[in-house]
């Protein structure tokens, strides 16, 4: 099902910013909305609130929304803002009541079923990534598997050499092995036929005997040099003469410098080096790096298991859409982004509308995360919270100050056992997949964060009064700012042709940005820079972005 959007003002429901201090020095803006979203912590009123105005606590059935206690007079009695207008300046936590009645019912009973619910109190952005990423204290346990199954991992220990690289002097060309300047005499290996070219020392192969001064053997490419050897001479740069008395002379244009093209023992690491350290994720690259140690076996963190389940009877496997049903677009898209973020993700499971259906998929998994899509709402058929109040789940975040994906949810079921519920919406849903999904996953799979990237925006980008927006960018150079983030149009909540041609999102706070202004980007795991100059979806030469006020065009 397709869930709507809600409001909310980042920190309003609290009464005071979030982070900031309270009168008494309270705990820290983790622990308030940690708290809030499980409705076990008080509610601040805002300095100079009436005299009426009073601390209340919020159960799970309000999502830690009954602490929006604010009056008309606080939001400025202004209309509630709706999802078919998203720049209004209004907010939802106009429409909530007035002063709470001390003489009135401390905690109302849960709801038991779907149905409308107070608006949860809307986690600010960056709080809700932060409690995503503190859900569990760390990966588990490390694993010992042979270097195949570590791809994707990441190591638990630091690489260290168990051996020299290269193990012995290596011949890093074709040629002929030689000691000291030329022309050399050429030799036949003992082992060498007496009919045909000699073959020389290959790679395979150990040499022998000792090399004499002025004499000189072929040799192949990562062949052992032999001791009394001083340089390599490649082919190209050699020319062998036949001597009056059956021997052959070797000729160089130019002297072979002492060391030429000869790989020393250890010039890559000497045994007991450390390599890469732990926490280095095990690319192809480091499996290769390991082999060549003298690795047969690595120890790392394991993968971190996923299970999808694609809610919404309307939604259709395959073929054309047709009579009010549509095609799913999640399911194709989150097991392979779950893959490129290195999880192991079971093909997505479609479930109806059913909240027994749910009940039993939820309480019979195992996954470390499971991630949900649709019914994170207050609709007639959005099971999702009636079912995480079933299950006697704690909810870490329920609705965060971001648009789109303004509904999505964080819960855990059991210890080290989480659900992220995502929006119906497939851009609310990536979204949420990054809000929530990736630094609690990334943390289960002990992934260090990437590190901040800021890139100047290429045209002026539009926000949601209160609330952070994520908006889909393509790379493009420009003359000016060099790298730049092309805001790409077709960004509405149900759409993906946007997010189809972008590398990243742009991460807008409150108010929107300029033209120039440089903003974090959230980065896809596969993008790498590979559209930089190819912008599809951007606005036409001189024309304005988003909305029609803002100013833009192209650089």
């Known amino acids: ?80 803002y709706t999802p078919d207008d998203p720049f209004s300046p209004d907010d939802p936590a106009a429409a909530r009541s007035g002063p709470s009645n001390p ?46 199954e570590a791809l994707g991992r990441t190591l638990a220990a630091p690489l260290t050499a168990l051996t020299d690289l290269p193990s012995f002097d290596t011949s890093a060309m074709d040629g002929w092995a030689v000691s000291g300047p030329g022309p050399w005499r050429l030799d036949r290996p003992a082992d060498a036929s007496e009919t045909g070219p000699p073959s020389g020392i290959l790679a395979s192969h150990a040499p022998a005997e000792a090399l004499l001064d002025g004499h000189a053997i072929p040799i192949a490419t990562g062949a052992r040099v032999p001791s009394g050897a001083t340089a390599v001479l490649r082919s190209e740069h050699g020319e062998v003469r036949e001597l009056s008395d059956g021997g052959r002379r070797l000729y160089a244009p130019r002297p072979a410098p002492p060391g030429q093209d ?168 990536v979204s949420g997949l990054l809000t929530l999904a990736e630094p609690l996953l990334r943390r289960l799979a002990a992934r260090r964060p990437a590190a901040p990237y800021r890139t100047p925006l290429a045209a002026a980008v539009a926000g949601h009064p209160h609330d952070t927006r994520l908006v889909p960018v393509a790379y493009r150079d420009d003359e000016r700012h060099g790298l730049t983030a092309v805001p790409l149009r077709f960004h509405g909540p149900a759409m993906l042709r946007g997010i189809a041609s972008a590398d990243a999102l742009a991460v807008v706070p409150p108010g929107g940005a300029e033209r120039g202004t440089e903003l974090e980007l959230l980065e896809f795991p596969w993008s790498a820079s590979w559209s930089a100059g190819w912008t599809p979806g951007w606005a036409a030469p001189g024309a304005p972005y988003d909305p029609p006020e803002a100013t833009g065009g192209r650089a």
């Open 262 to 429: 000869i790989r020393p023992r250890g010039q890559e690491c000497r045994r007991g080096d450390q390599l890469l350290p732990a926490g280095a994720l095990v690319t192809p690259a480091v499996l290769g790096l390991a082999a060549a140690a003298g690795y047969d076996e690595l120890t790392a963190y394991r993968r971190p298991r996923a299970e999808v389940f694609v809610l919404g009877d309307e939604l259709l496997d395959h073929g054309l859409p047709h009579e009010g049903r549509i095609r799913d677009a999640l399911g194709p898209m989150l097991d392979p982004w779950l893959h490129a973020l290195g999880v192991e993700a079971a093909p997505p499971r479609h479930l109806a509308d059913e909240a027994d259906t749910l009940y039993a998929a939820l309480a019979g998994s195992t996954a470390d995360v499971v991630i949900t899509t649709g019914g994170t709402a207050s609709g007639p058929v959005d099971h999702v919270h009636p079912t995480l109040r079933r299950l006697g789940a704690e909810v870490l975040v329920d609705g965060v100050a971001v648009r789109p994906g303004h509904p999505m949810l964080l819960a855990r079921l059991a210890p080290r056992r989480h659900l992220v519920g995502l929006p119906g919406n497939p851009l609310a849903a």
């Open 1 to 80: 099902m397709t869930d709507g959007e809600f409001g909310g003002e980042a920190g309003g429901a609290v009464g005071r910013p979030w982070g900031g201090p309270s009168a008494e020095g309270r705990g820290d803006a983790f622990d308030d909305a940690l708290a809030l979203a499980n409705g076990t912590a008080p509610t601040w009123v805002r300095p100079g609130a009436g005299p009426e105005a009073t601390t209340v606590t919020t159960p799970y059935a309000a999502g830690g929304a009954a602490a929006a206690t604010s009056s008309a007079t606080d939001s400025g009695g202004d209309a509630p």
């Open 103 to 148: 003489s009135g019912p401390a905690d109302p009973a849960p709801p038991t079923g779907p149905g409308p619910r107070t608006a949860p109190a809307a986690v600010p952005w960056r709080t809700a990534r932060a409690l995503a990423e503190r859900a569990v204290p760390g990966p588990p346990a490390p694993e010992t598997s042979v270097l195949g």
